[in-house]
C-alpha cells in the first residue's frame, strides 16, 4: 500500500494501522504522547472514535485520546 | 555476581534495614504486588491513579528485612503530574525525605511489555540494582503470548521474575531475587545517535563537575535539559550560568545537525525497546476484531455508551434504596432489641438514659446505613476492577471539556462519590494546576457516602413509597435526584471557576483504556471489608462520642416536670438550637435542625444521630424508627408537622452543597499548602447552599408545599 497519504491520526479510518510521522502538539504534550508510545514511526491502530475523541492502540495498549491532540499526530498508511 | 559476571552485592542482605522501591506504570498490578509481598491491605484500582500516597510495608526473608515503598505509578522519570515527580525524585536521589533507595523491583504488565519497557530502560539507568517483575504473565499466556524469560533478562542485564500478584504466584521468588542479592544492575543497551550521544555525555560530565550529582542523575538530567525547548530552559534557575551555555550552544549544534531533540531521545529508547521485544516476545497474529473491540464498540458507542452509563448509575441508586433495606431492618431491630433489653435489665436513672438514648440510639441510627453503604462501594470497587470506569471517563471526556475540566476529572469526582478526600486526592494525576484546582474546588460538590444516611432518613421520613411510571421507585427517583443535583452543581461551579478564577484554555485529555476483565471477588469483597470497618470505626468513636454529649447537652441542664418537649427545650442544645435559628428560619429550619447543622460539622452523618438523640429525649412514647419518629413530631405551639416533605427536601438540597466536613477542609490545606484555597471552598459552598435552599423553599411554599 502506498505510504505517502499523509493525514492526522483524527482522519485515520476505523480499524486502519497507521504510522506515526511527527507530532505538532504543545511541546510537552508531544513529549508526554511520545513517551507513551505515540512516538515517531509508531503503529498505530483506530479502534474507534466518538464523543468528539478517539481510542486507539498503539504498543498493544488501548488509548482514549482528545480530538485536539488526534489532530497534532500526523500519520500515514502503514505498510 | 550476576549471570553477567558483574559483581552485584546483595542489595540488602546483612545490612541495616534496607529500602527497596516499588516503581511501575499505572495499572501494571503493582499495588497488588505491594500487598502480596508486605501483607498490607490497599485499595486495588484499575485506572490510572489510584496510587496517590505514600505507602510504605515490611518484607522480612529469613533475617533480611527490608521497607517497600510503593511508589505512585508512572509512564517515565519525566514528570508530567506531581505523582509522577514524586517517584522521579525519589529514584533519582532528589527527594528531600528519603534516601535513595537500595534497590527496585519495577512492576512490569506482560500484557503491555512494549510500553512498560520505556520505564524499565530508565529504571535500569539509575544504576540501583533492579529487579524486573512481569507480572500479569497468566493473562499473557492466555492471550497466546510468548515471553523468553532468559532472552529477556540477557536483553536487560536485569533478573526478571514472573508474577501473577492477584495469585501471589511467583513473589517468593521475588523477594528471594531482591533480599538475597540476586538483582542485577547494568546500563541499558538504549543507543542515542552518535553526535546526540557526544553532547549528551559531555553535559552529563560538566553537571558531575558543577553540581556534584551522581552520575546516573546527571546523565538524566542532561537528557532532560537537551530534550527541553528553548522558553522553558529561559524559566530555568537551578544550574550554574556556565552550564545553561552550554546547553544553548548545544541545541544550537544538535538543531543545525538536523536532530528533532525532542524526539531523538524517546525515540531512541522505543527503538531499544522493539529490539529487546524482538529478541525475547512473540506474539500471535490476530485478525478481526477482538473481545475488547467488540466491547468497546458498545460501551463507548455515542449513543449505547450513554444509555448504558446512565442505566448502570441507575442500577446502582435503586440497588443501594432497594435492595438495602432488608439488612437495614435487621440492623434497626438488632439495635432496638438491645435498648429493650439494657433497659429492662438496668434500674431507672441517668446512666441508663445515658447508654440507651445517649449511645445506643445514636450509634444505631448511623450504623443502620451500613449495608447502603456497602453496597455503593460494591458497585464501585465492580465498575474499577472490569475496566469500566475508565472508559466512563472516556465518554464523560467530552462533557468534562465543556466545562473546562479535564477527562481525567472525572475519576476524581466519580471518587468522590465515596468521599471527597481520596476524590480530592486522587486529582494529584491532573497534570495542569488550574484544571487540578478547579476539580478539588468542586469535588465535594458531588455527593459523598457520608450524606448517604441523611438523604436516606429524610427520604424515609417525607418521601412516599410510591412507584413513578410503575418502574422506579419515587425514594429511589429522590436519591437518584440528589446526586445528580450535586453532580450537575459541581460541573457549573467548575465552568464558572474556570471561566472566573482559573483561566486557561481548554486541556487535553488522555486516558489509558485498561483490557476488560472479570472483577477479582476478592478484591472487591476487601475494599467493602476496608470501608465497612471504618465506618464502624467512626461510629464506634466519633459518632458514639458525639452522641453521648448530645445527649448530655439535650438533656441538662434538668427540668422538673414538663413535657419531654418543654424539658429538650430548657436544655443547652434548646438555647443553642435558639441562637442559630433566626439565621436559618429562612430556609424553613427550626433550632432542632439547627444543632444537627452545627454537630454535623464534624461529619454529616452525625446529623442522624443528633436527630436520633434529640427525636428520643424529645419524644413522647411515639413507638417506632427515627423515620416514623420524624413524621409523628408536630410544633407544640402550632401544632403544625415539624417535617413536611419541603423541610426534608431542603436539609437534603443544603447537605448536598454545604461544606459540612472538616476533614476535608483539612486535606484541602494539605494538598494546596495553605489555607486561602480551603477558606475559600467552604465560604462558597456555605454560600451556594444557603441561597440555593433559600431558593428551593420559596418556591416549595409558593408552589404550597409547605403543609
Redesign the interface.
Given at each position: 500500500m502506498a505510504t505517502n497519504m499523509h493525514m492526522t491520526l483524527i482522519d485515520a479510518p476505523v480499524g486502519s494501522r497507521v504510522r506515526i510521522r511527527h507530532l505538532t502538539s504543545r511541546p510537552e504534550i508531544s513529549t508526554r504522547l511520545r513517551e507513551l508510545g505515540f512516538c515517531e514511526n509508531a503503529i498505530v491502530r483506530c479502534v474507534m472514535k466518538g464523543y468528539g475523541n478517539i481510542i486507539c492502540e498503539v504498543h498493544n495498549t488501548r488509548v482514549g485520546l482528545d480530538s485536539v491532540l488526534a489532530r497534532g499526530i500526523h500519520v500515514s498508511v502503514s505498510d | 555476581m550476576d549471570r553477567d559476571g558483574t559483581p552485584t552485592p546483595g542489595a540488602v542482605r546483612g545490612s541495616r534495614t534496607g529500602l527497596i522501591a516499588l516503581v511501575g506504570n499505572p495499572n501494571s498490578g503493582k499495588t497488588t504486588l505491594f500487598n502480596a509481598l508486605t501483607g498490607l491491605r490497599q485499595r486495588v484500582g484499575n485506572y490510572p491513579g489510584v496510587t496517590v500516597e505514600r505507602k510504605e510495608g515490611r518484607m522480612r526473608l529469613g533475617d533480611t528485612e527490608a521497607v517497600i515503598l510503593d511508589l505512585p505509578g508512572t509512564?517515565?522519570l519525566?514528570p508530567?503530574s506531581p505523582d509522577e515527580r514524586i517517584a522521579t525524585e525519589i529514584l533519582l536521589g532528589k527527594a528531600p525525605h528519603t534516601p535513595l533507595p537500595d534497590a527496585v523491583i519495577c512492576v512490569v504488565d506482560a500484557?503491555?511489555?512494549?510500553?512498560n519497557l520505556?520505564l524499565v530502560s530508565q529504571v535500569i539507568e539509575q544504576n540501583i540494582p533492579t529487579v524486573v517483575a512481569l507480572n500479569m504473565i497468566d493473562i499473557a499466556r492466555r492471550h497466546g503470548m510468548r515471553i523468553d524469560i532468559r532472552a529477556l533478562e540477557r536483553e536487560l542485564g536485569v533478573r526478571v521474575i514472573p508474577t501473577v500478584a492477584r495469585k501471589s504466584e511467583g513473589v517468593g521468588e521475588l523477594a528471594r531475587a531482591v533480599l538475597g542479592g540476586g538483582s542485577g544492575r547494568r546500563a541499558s543497551g538504549v543507543r542515542l545517535p552518535e553526535p546526540v550521544e557526544r553532547e549528551t555525555e559531555e553535559l552529563t560530565t560538566l553537571l558531575v563537575r558543577a553540581h556534584q550529582f551522581s552520575l546516573p542523575r546527571a546523565r538524566s538530567e542532561a537528557i532532560s535539559l537537551l530534550?527541553a525547548?528553548g522558553a522553558?530552559l529561559e524559566e530555568t534557575d537551578h544550574y550554574a550560568p556556565g552550564v545553561l551555555a552550554h546547553v544553548r550552544r548545544d541545541h544550537e549544534k544538535l538543531d543545525f545537525l538536523g536532530f528533532?531533540r525532542?524526539?531523538v531521545f524517546?525515540?531512541s529508547r522505543?527503538a531499544w525497546v522493539r529490539e529487546v521485544c524482538a529478541h525475547a516476545v512473540t506474539?500471535p497474529a490476530t485478525e478481526g476484531m477482538t473481545r475488547?473491540?467488540r466491547l468497546?464498540?458498545i460501551l463507548?458507542?455515542?449513543i449505547w455508551?450513554v444509555v448504558i452509563f446512565i442505566a448502570l448509575m441507575a442500577i446502582v441508586f435503586q440497588a443501594m434504596f432497594s435492595w438495602a433495606q432488608l439488612p437495614m431492618n435487621l440492623i434497626r431491630s438488632g439495635f432496638d432489641e438491645l435498648g429493650t433489653l439494657v433497659s429492662s435489665s438496668m434500674p431507672a436513672g441517668d446512666l441508663r438514659d445515658l447508654i440507651v438514648h445517649g449511645g445506643i440510639a445514636g450509634v444505631a441510627a448511623v450504623v443502620a446505613f451500613l449495608p447502603q453503604i456497602l453496597f455503593l462501594f460494591l458497585f464501585l470497587g465492580f465498575l474499577e476492577d472490569t475496566g469500566y470506569m475508565?472508559r466512563a471517563?472516556?465518554?464523560m471526556?467530552?462533557v468534562m471539556?465543556r466545562v473546562g475540566l479535564h477527562?481525567k476529572s472525572f475519576i476524581p469526582l466519580l471518587s468522590s462519590f465515596a468521599c471527597a478526600i481520596p476524590g480530592i486526592m486522587a486529582t494529584r494525576t491532573i497534570?495542569n494546576g488550574r484544571d487540578r484546582l478547579a476539580t478539588m474546588l468542586v469535588a465535594p460538590l458531588v455527593s459523598c457516602s457520608a450524606r448517604l444516611p441523611v438523604y436516606a432518613l429524610m427520604i424515609a421520613a417525607v418521601i412516599p413509597p410510591l412507584s413513578v411510571m410503575g418502574i422506579v421507585s419515587l425514594p429511589a427517583l429522590t436519591m437518584l435526584s440528589m446526586y445528580l443535583l450535586g453532580m450537575v452543581m459541581a460541573l457549573v461551579m467548575a465552568w464558572v471557576f474556570k471561566k472566573t478564577l482559573l483561566k486557561g484554555g481548554?486541556p487535553?485529555?488522555?486516558?489509558?483504556?485498561?483490557?476488560y476483565t472479570i472483577p477479582s471477588l476478592r478484591s472487591t469483597l476487601m475494599l467493602m471489608w476496608e470501608r465497612a470497618w471504618l465506618f464502624l470505626k467512626r461510629a464506634g468513636t466519633i459518632i458514639l462520642g458525639a452522641s453521648i454529649l448530645l445527649w448530655f447537652l439535650a438533656s441538662y441542664p434538668k427540668l422538673d416536670g414538663g413535657t419531654p418537649a418543654e424539658r429538650l427545650n430548657h436544655s443547652f442544645v434548646g438555647m443553642a438550637g435558639r441562637l442559630v435559628e433566626p439565621v436559618i428560619r429562612p430556609l424553613g429550619f427550626d433550632w432542632k435542625i439547627g444543632i444537627g447543622l452545627l454537630t454535623s460539622l464534624i461529619q454529616r452523618e452525625v446529623f442522624v444521630s443528633t436527630m436520633a438523640t434529640i427525636y428520643d429525649v424529645g419524644s413522647d412514647g411515639t413507638s417506632g424508627g427515627l423515620p416514623e419518629k420524624l413524621r409523628a413530631a408536630h410544633n407544640p405551639v402550632t401544632g403544625a408537622p415539624e417535617f413536611t416533605a419541603l423541610t426534608g427536601i431542603c436539609i437534603m438540597v443544603y447537605y448536598v452543597l454545604a461544606m459540612q466536613c472538616f476533614s476535608t477542609v483539612a486535606v484541602m490545606r494539605r494538598e494546596t499548602n495553605g489555607w486561602k484555597w480551603p477558606l475559600f471552598q467552604v465560604a462558597y459552598m456555605t454560600a451556594l447552599a444557603y441561597s440555593v435552599t433559600f431558593i428551593v423553599y420559596r418556591a416549595g411554599l409558593a408552589m404550597g408545599l409547605g403543609g
Open positions: - | 509512564y517515565s519525566t508530567g500484557n503491555h511489555l512494549e510500553r520505556y530534550s525547548d522553558r528533532d525532542r524526539a524517546v525515540e522505543y506474539r475488547s473491540d468497546d464498540a463507548t458507542h455515542r455508551g475508565a471517563a472516556f465518554i471526556g467530552k471539556s477527562g497534570d481548554p487535553s485529555f488522555i486516558i489509558e483504556l485498561p483490557p
